[in-house]
């Protein structure tokens, strides 16, 4: 905050995640107990598809809606509210110019408007909902087009509202997906300074990114090692939290709302473990979590990661007596299909396949392995703290805190992987990794949760009335699909004829 009085705005897009809606609302009131004047910018049920209504459901709009005025009313001071759409008739007639039809996803992947990169936008958002990330263009062909309209629309109302005010900072969740890349890509197009809020490393706190994606490999290394130089705490306390983190990893405790290892028997390693060979554990992880976020995270040794554990196993099936390779599935696998079926029909006599629902304990093979290659998976890092040599098949966000290896080619790693006197590299920067994400973010002070996703502001609840939100959920249960379906393209058609008419 400044001393100078400021015009800051907001553009509430996720008022049904409640713990980002709470970061709103808890930056707003900091904003208005500074003095500052404050626009919030809300959708009315404009967006033909979003990332908390994928199928623009009216009741899922209704519901959206209440708890925005919900939230908005339990804030102390004048706050002006309007809402986002501002379209031009040069907008609203260029809206039937955009591409909507795609070949691939990388043909959808290089479509930009202007500034925006709104393929690649489309694609984080669609894939992370279909969660896969070899998206079909053509059976999601209308979510496609829904999206880019919806994307233009957001992009072109947020330029046209910072043309005619003045702002000094726009602030805005995620930046990632589509609607919330479209106003980041409007405020570089108009030079207006934005901040970017996300979750932390609590269930209570947040942080904040001035001008950049939180998810910027290079921004988030500078933040770790800055956090790590600069804490108030002192060493030990620092060490005892870097090392906290990694331990309650390793111990099934759950770390930002999941645990993965609950379910694993502590210790368990397979029943053809052989301790006398070189024993490679691969941890992959879901491509879509990652390889859409941008290009940064695109992959630079293989085209995914199929490729990449298939080349791995193939390479070192000629020296099967002396290496043998184990892949742990993801548990976030278990029920995609799309992601798992590739995985079983792999099938080599030097590969044993660990299912994602297996009991055999991902720490113990860490633990014995003589070397760990991940693909994302933060599996990588924690392999570094535990003094393991941890190679890396693909981008991941602690890349440059060297304590993994990063290889440039398959060649590279591979060296990597024969090389039997491999050390592990410092855990200095495994250690920046675990403290800033056991101890960094901000406080909020009007939230309170009850666990890493769902609380309250000010002690109540942001949803509306519960007996609507059951009848939703009895309708989405009971209602066929079919029938639900014709619903959406009646809403979507209807809301597109409004906002082209007004």
């Known amino acids: 905050m400044t001393n100078a009085k400021q015009h800051v705005v907001f553009f509430t897009t996720h008022p049904l995640f409640q713990r980002h809606f709470a970061t709103d609302l808890e930056l707003i009131q900091n904003h208005r107990d500074a003095g500052d004047d404050v626009t919030v910018l809300y959708c009315n049920a404009s967006l033909l598809a979003c990332d908390i209504n994928t199928y623009h459901e009216p009741a899922q709009c209704y519901l959206c809606q209440k708890t925005r005025t919900i939230g908005l009313s339990l804030l102390d001071g004048n706050v002006n509210q309007q809402p986002y759409l501002h379209l031009t008739e040069k907008d609203k007639a260029d809206i039937a110019t955009l591409r909507t039809t795609f070949t691939s996803a990388a043909d959808l992947q290089a479509y930009t408007v202007d500034n925006y990169d709104i393929g690649m936008a489309v694609l984080s958002s669609i894939v992370s909902y279909v969660m ?39 602030y805005f969740f995620n930046g990632r997906m589509a609607i919330v890349r479209a106003i980041m890509r409007a405020c570089q197009s108009e030079s207006v300074p934005f901040t970017i809020h996300e979750a932390a490393g609590t269930d209570d706190s947040y942080s904040l990114y001035d001008n950049a994606l939180p998810h910027s490999i290079g921004l988030m290394t500078n933040m770790m090692q800055r956090h790590w130089e600069q804490t108030p705490d002192a060493p030990d306390e620092r060490l005892r939290k870097a090392e906290e983190w990694f331990t309650n990893r390793a111990h099934g405790i759950k770390v930002n709302g999941y645990s993965f290892v609950e379910n694993q028997q502590r210790g368990l390693l397979p029943s053809d473990w052989n301790p006398n060979k070189q024993n490679i554990v691969i941890f992959n992880s879901a491509d879509f979590e990652f ?209 082209l008419s007004k």
């Not at 919806?150 to 043309?163: D, E, H, K, P, T």
């Not at 250690?431 to 609380?455: E, T, V």
């Not at 519960?466 to 393209?489: C, E, G, H, M």
């Open 291 to 499: 390889v859409w976020v941008s290009e940064e995270y695109q992959h630079h040794i293989y085209q995914n990661q199929l490729d990449g554990i298939t080349s791995i196993i193939a390479s070192l099936l000629s020296q099967k007596e002396k290496y043998h390779v184990y892949l742990r599935i993801h548990p976030n696998l278990a029920r995609l299909e799309n992601e798992l079926r590739p995985l079983l029909q792999i099938h080599s006599e030097n590969l044993t396949t660990i299912l994602p629902n297996d009991t055999i304990s991902s720490y113990a093979l860490m633990q014995h392995a003589s070397k760990v290659i991940t693909f994302g998976s933060t599996v990588g890092i924690e392999a570094a703290y535990w003094g393991k040599p941890s190679i890396l098949g693909g981008k991941a966000l602690y890349q440059n805190l060297e304590s993994t290896y990063a290889p440039r080619s398959h060649a590279e790693l591979m060296a990597l992987l024969l090389n039997e006197t491999l050390s592990p590299l410092p855990s200095q920067g495994a250690l920046q990794y675990g403290y800033f994400y056991n101890s960094f973010g901000i406080p909020l002070k009007n939230y309170q949760a009850k666990n890493f996703f769902a609380g309250t502001y000010k002690n109540k609840s942001l949803f509306p009335n519960k007996w609507f939100f059951r009848l939703f959920t009895a309708y989405k249960r009971v209602v066929p699909q079919s029938i639900q379906d014709a619903v959406n393209r009646k809403h979507v058609a209807s809301t597109l004829r409004r906002t």
């Open 132 to 170: 896969n990330a070899d998206l079909d263009v053509k059976a999601h062909a209308s979510l496609i087009r829904h999206y880019i309209v919806s994307g233009f629309m957001a992009y072109r109302s947020v330029q046209n509202f910072l043309r005619t005010t003045k702002v000094d900072k726009f």
